[in-house]
Each structure stands twice: as C-alpha cells, then as structure tokens.
C-alpha cells in the first residue's frame, strides 16, 4: 500500500523558513513525479514546487520554494523560505508513480494528510 506521510508543519513567523518532509512507503522511491501543493482556508489546492526523479527538473511556483528527495530514504523535503502569512495553509505530498513529468493536480493518485502551516507574528 503507497503511503506517504507529511510532518515539519507548525506555527512560524513571517520573514522565517521551514522545511516539511513526506514519507513515502509501499513502492520503490526510484521513478515518479512528486509535488507539494498548499490549501489555504476556503480556496482550492494549489501546486508550489514539482520534482521528476528521472529529470531532475522542478516546476516551482515561486524561487522561496526548493525540493529535494533522498530516494535512499524515501522521502522529499519541501524547504520554505522568507515565509509570508499568504503561506498559510496545508501542506501536502502527493506522487505519480513511474511518471517522467509532473501532472496536474487532478492526476495524482497518492496523496498524504496533509501538515498544518501557519505563518503569523
């Protein structure tokens, strides 16, 4: 069973950084497509950052945004900088498995719960 696990989430103030990690088990972490969308409060899931395995290339939605995987530890890390309270909102991992290229949101099969992040003063 494919799984993936968020966790790093919590209550930071603006201008600081955060680093969130997912989890993933139940495959061989060696060919996707791996993304972290955000949902802030009464608005859809958007995507901030992609990463193909195969390519290396990223898909990001803004420069304070960086992935990176450790496919040794199955997991990617979604490292956040300059934070604004604009960030606030969930943060998930979601998967393709065995794709070359990111997909849209719609096409992501494996998902996580999801990591709380709320950038306040």
């Known amino acids: 069973e494919v799984q993936l696990v968020e966790s790093g989430g919590g209550l930071v103030q603006p201008g600081g950084s955060l680093r969130l990690s997912c989890a993933a088990s139940?495959?061989?972490?060696?060919?996707?497509?791996i993304a972290w969308f955000r949902q802030a409060p009464g608005k859809e899931r958007e995507e901030v950052i992609c990463?193909?395995?195969?390519?290396g290339r990223t898909r990001y939605k803004e420069g304070r945004f960086t992935i990176t995987a450790d496919n040794a530890e199955s997991k990617a890390y979604l490292q956040i900088s300059s934070l604004k309270p604009e960030d606030t909102g969930v943060y998930f991992c979601?998967?393709?498995?065995?794709?070359?290229?990111?997909?849209?949101?719609?096409?992501?099969?494996?998902w996580g719960q999801g990591t709380q992040v709320t950038v306040s003063s």
């Open positions: 990463l193909s395995s195969s390519t």
């Open positions: 979601a998967i393709l498995i065995g794709r070359e290229y990111c997909g849209d949101v719609k096409e992501y099969e494996y």
């Open positions: 139940g495959f061989t972490f060696d060919d996707y497509a």
